[in-house]
């Protein structure tokens, strides 16, 4: 039977990655029934919406996402597709491997780190309140008067809502992650010595969680000092569980750990529902260029192929994706020596590639 999954290529680079990686996981033998949809700002124009109806509708009936990037504009327009379909699939979890593959240039070898990214609340639950509206004016009045501080009304408020279901299962994912897959310890990300009520709160319920846990080490970070950590003994840590915003920075950092955005995974899962797509944006500039790197959606694929069970499938591409990247030949730009290296091959030409690998 084949597996119903509902396909978004995104916009921007997003349709080209997407090709390329919907042909390397049909090259597996594993056998797919794609539901396209499109979203992002290719419907804009038609629709009035980058996230249309359907497009949620669809991940409803099938439980399954595969999603290229979608391009969200910055300080002004439409609000975060990828946040709208995140929040309205309650995919509480974003997690986002990041792990050494010889051949990648990076400064450090075998990375292997595990970020589990609270992923519906925190500073991204898109309760803002713009600077001139009246909203504004009455939360400044408000707050004045509750904490006896005196606020300028020409500002912006973004609120931090971090709240205890929400952080306790997220620190709970990150702990069944480590018991199913055999990892010692996991690391609980804060600045709770500066926001004592919300991060603290995220802290206390992550000490509470690990209780039940005895079996997996647990520690936490304050998270300037583990970027700090991060970068000088990555090799210390396993498992990181973080709220929204740390988890989203973290997990850019520790893509830079392992050769950068183009290898880079990441899956959005809730409790009913899973969304595969790259860490990485859109890239629009080099839109069309048949130019990007395809690996990180196609290692999001092997991510979507374990929660499938296809495990056998899954290892095939992941090994396929591993010998391309360590012989360096049919790696796009990014993964050369210079960018401007003219031996750098294409998106559609890495899918030839891996799928060779996979044949061979
Ligand atoms: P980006 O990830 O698109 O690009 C950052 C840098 O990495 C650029 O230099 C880009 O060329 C390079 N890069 C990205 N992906 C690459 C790949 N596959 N191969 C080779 N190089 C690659 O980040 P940005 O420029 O900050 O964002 C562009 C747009 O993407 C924004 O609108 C942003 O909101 C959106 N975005 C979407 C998602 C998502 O859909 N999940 C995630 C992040 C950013």
């Given amino acids: 039977m084949p597996y119903d999954v509902t396909l978004i290529p995104g916009d921007g680079t997003g349709p080209e990655i997407t090709e390329a990686t919907r042909r390397v996981l049909e090259a597996t033998g594993v056998e797919f029934n794609w539901h396209v949809h ?8 038609k629709t009035g919406t980058v996230l249309p109806e359907e497009v949620i509708a669809s991940i409803r009936e099938t439980k399954v996402g595969l999603k290229g990037p979608i391009t969200t504009p910055v300080g002004k327009g439409f609000r975060s597709a990828n946040v709208a379909l995140r929040k309205s699939l309650d995919l509480y979890a974003n997690l986002r491997p990041a792990k050494s593959f010889p051949g990648l240039r990076s400064r450090y070898e075998n990375i292997d780190l595990i970020i589990c990214r609270e992923n519906t609340e925190d500073l991204y639950a898109g309760i803002e309140f713009q600077r001139g509206t009246p909203e504004l004016d009455e939360l400044i009045d408000f707050i004045g008067r509750a904490t006896k501080t005196n606020l300028s009304h020409d500002a912006a408020i973004s609120i931090k809502y971090i709240s205890v279901p929400a952080s306790r299962r997220i620190v709970k994912f990150a702990f069944d992650y480590a018991r199913d897959n055999n990892r010692r310890k996991v690391t609980a990300v804060h600045k709770a010595n500066i926001m004592k009520f919300s991060d603290g709160l995220f802290l206390q319920v992550a000490q509470e969680v690990a209780k039940e846990y005895p079996d997996i080490q647990f520690e936490d970070r304050i998270v300037d000092n583990m970027c700090m950590q991060l970068v000088q003994k990555p090799e210390l840590y396993d498992v990181l569980v973080l709220p929204n915003l740390y988890g989203d920075i973290l997990s850019d950092l520790s893509a830079g750990l392992i050769g950068g955005l183009g290898v880079a995974p990441g899956a959005n899962i809730g409790a009913d529902y899973a969304v595969f797509e790259p860490v990485h944006g859109s890239a629009p500039k080099y839109a069309g260029q048949n130019k990007v790197n395809p690996m990180a959606m196609m290692f999001s694929g092997v ?21 391309v990247i360590a012989e360096g030949k049919n790696v796009t730009y990014d993964l050369k020596p210079r960018p401007d290296d003219p031996t750098a091959v294409g998106t559609s030409q890495v899918a030839d590639a891996v799928i060779a690998k996979m044949n061979a």
Avoid: F, P, T, Y
Avoid at 303 to 323: G, P, T, V
């Fill in 303 to 323: 991510l979507m192929l374990r929660h499938l069970k296809e495990r056998e499938a899954a290892n095939r591409l992941e090994s396929a994706l591993a010998a």
């Fill in 38 to 45: 499109q979203a992002g700002l290719s419907v804009l124009e």
